[in-house]
Structure formats: structure tokens, C-alpha cells
């Protein structure tokens, strides 16, 4: 299983605390309480399987709307950028999944 035993405690990523009982949904982070989660999110998001993928399908619609001409300020070197973020966004994630599977 990817991030172990979900009803297992760990250290907490923000404050090193000892049996800590709140997993971010990705199952790889521990935290004491929402308070703790906050604190480590900026340094999780990056590796944060949950988010990323949440995170590529925001940036999908954004690519499909700036095509569909919706984003009048948008060029084709925009979208063009925003494709290349995606691509790199979905690489992440299948080198997180690959290495959390080993």
C-alpha cells in the first residue's frame, strides 16, 4: 500500500511530534492537527500526490478555456507554457507513485 497503514501514527512533518493521528490524504504525511498540516503544506504540496493531481486537473480546464478562446488575453506561447507545466506536473507524479511502490 502506498504511504503504509493508513491507521498507523507517525512523527508529525511539521513539528516532529511523536504517534501523530492525522494523515494528509495522499497517506504519506503525518500531522498532529490541522494547525500542524497548515504549517507544512507549502513544503508537502511539491510531493503531495493528492494535490498534484488535483492541482493538474485545475490547470486542464485552464489550458481547455485558454484553446477555446474564453481567455481573450491568452497567446499560443501561454498555452504552449501551461501545456509544458501539466507535462511536468504528470511526471511528478509518476516518479512519487513509482517510488512510493518500491
Not at 63 to 71: A, G, H
Request: net charge positive; proline share 4%.
Amino acid at each position: 500500500m502506498i504511504g503504509g497503514d493508513p491507521r498507523e501514527y507517525g512523527v508529525c512533518h511539521a513539528c516532529g511530534a511523536p504517534d501523530a493521528p492525522v494523515k494528509c490524504p495522499c497517506l504519506a504525511a503525518h500531522y498532529c492537527d490541522r494547525t500542524c498540516q497548515k504549517k507544512d503544506h507549502s513544503a508537502h504540496k511539491d510531493r503531495c500526490t493528492t494535490w498534484l493531481v488535483k492541482d493538474i486537473a485545475r490547470k486542464g480546464e485552464e489550458i481547455e478555456l485558454m484553446k477555446e478562446k474564453k481567455s481573450k488575453s491568452s497567446s499560443v506561447c501561454d498555452v504552449m507554457k501551461k501545456e509544458e507545466e501539466l507535462a511536468e506536473q504528470h511526471r511528478s507524479v509518476g516518479n512519487l507513485v513509482r517510488y512510493a511502490v518500491q
